[in-house]
């Protein structure tokens, strides 16, 4: 069964600390995405990532850097995480070319930031 | 800006009741509309719809696409507690990579 793997489910981190939330997916996929879900917001696309060490913007990239350096991982980094930054986050991954096709989602890290 | 709006944002019926639920989107480039269900987890694919006018059915669920309007609807007929999730509209459009933009959802809640 094909799969995106997020480390945490769970993770509580204090204001101004660094935080490196980690997706993998194992379906050799090109296109990978990280959202963020917020009541009342749906999904904002943060960044995302065309193929390897490639790297996008999404619509609220401040406060969060990426990285890629392989192919089945991509990285979401809060350089210096703040309460406004608690939310849950979505990992996503698709074949590239297939534009119109939906993501495979991973099952989402909920971050507190206290 | 690549824009996608559903309605309404949350609903409450009970078991057997038919819902009808509403996205409209702006979008540059549009290749296709996705539905999506979320439970307590990932969300999981239920249609794409890329031409007007031809409806997708699975079970009790159905949903049809106006590329003209641009809009969509998700239908479920005889709703089940099981059915109670947010349902996530997305649209597929804009640079080459064919990112997709979300609706804010609509959360369902059925009771027994």
């Known amino acids: 069964d094909v799969k995106v793997t997020q480390s945490s489910r769970y993770l509580v981190k204090r204001t101004g600390e660094k935080v490196f939330l980690e997706c993998v997916q194992d379906?050799?996929?090109?296109?990978m995405f990280w959202y963020r879900q917020d009541p009342g917001l749906g999904l904002r696309l943060i960044y995302f990532s065309y193929d390897v060490k490639m790297k996008e913007k999404g619509d609220i990239p401040e406060g969060y850097s990426v990285s890629r350096e392989k192919k089945e991982r991509f990285s979401l980094i809060l350089e210096s995480a703040s309460t406004n930054q608690t939310s849950m986050y979505l990992c996503a991954s698709r074949q590239g070319g297939r534009t119109y096709y939906g993501y495979t989602f991973g099952s989402g890290t909920r971050l507190t930031v206290v | 800006e690549d824009k996608v709006v559903q309605s309404p944002l949350s609903l409450v019926v009970h078991e057997g009741d038919t819902v009808t639920l509403n996205c409209s989107y702006e979008v540059t480039n549009f290749r296709s509309l996705l539905w999506y269900k979320q439970e307590k987890k990932a969300p999981t694919f239920l249609f794409m719809l890329?031409?007007?006018?031809i409806e997708k059915k699975s079970g009790r669920l159905s949903s049809i696409l106006d590329k003209k309007e641009l809009f969509s609807i998700l239908n479920i007929t005889a709703t089940q507690t099981g059915d109670s999730a947010i349902y996530l509209c997305a649209v597929s459009g804009g640079t080459s990579y064919g990112k997709l933009t979300f609706g804010q959802g609509t959360i369902l809640t059925v009771h027994p």
């Open positions: 379906m050799d996929h090109e296109n």
């Open positions: 890329t031409s007007s006018g």
